[in-house]
């Protein structure tokens, strides 16, 4: 086996522990009942990863911060009535949606999400996908952007912070 192939071997098998290991202590919390908002900073998915030596080079959620430190906005929406949009952030740093902002925001009207931004700081924000082998139903070909709107789900049996999208044709983001 070339040198390469051995490196190559070694890292994926990093990645898979990293991987197994965190699912198990997701998976311990979950049966232990502890929630995601008693999370200690700095155990979250890009967290981990960066500390297995695996950084995240892109990191886009909807729902919540995949970083421990993450305090900025997570995506933006833009209202049908007006065109005016609003970029919707954490509560807290490492913390969910603030759909609170996002309700108000989008009141009596519908709204899309146009940006989810990349939260590791490389700039690798997910806009509305163009044109490409196959036009998308969208005017001048682009594919549809994903509805904004959606019902709160229960967090432990508490009313969720986190935003829900329904479920619509897959958006094509790039």
Do not use: W
């Not at 009942?33 to 959620?61: E, F, K, M, N, R």
């Not at 305090?71 to 954490?90: E, F, K, M, P």
């Not at 940006?115 to 924000?125: A, E, K, L």
């Amino acid at each position: 086996m070339s040198v390469l192939a051995k490196i190559r071997v070694r890292r994926r098998l990093r990645s898979l522990a990293l991987a197994f290991g965190a699912t198990a202590a997701l998976v311990a919390g979950v049966l232990a009942g502890t929630s995601p908002a008693s999370q200690a900073a700095g155990s979250l998915p890009c967290d981990i990863y960066q500390s297995g030596g695996t950084p995240c080079v892109a990191a886009h959620s909807t729902t919540r911060a995949l970083y421990g430190s993450y305090n900025g906005s997570l995506y933006q929406v833009r209202r049908a009535s007006d065109n005016a949009t609003q970029n919707i952030g954490v509560l807290s740093a490492g913390g969910y949606a603030n759909a609170a902002a996002q309700d108000s925001f989008c009141s009596g009207t519908s709204c899309v999400i146009t940006v989810i931004y990349d939260q590791s700081g490389r700039g690798n924000n997910l806009t509305q996908a163009p044109p490409g082998g196959f036009n998308g139903p969208a005017s001048g070909g682009y594919d549809n952007l994903a509805s904004a709107l959606g019902q709160r789900p229960l967090d432990h049996g508490r009313p969720g912070e986190r935003p829900v999208l329904r479920r619509q044709p897959a958006p094509q983001l790039r």
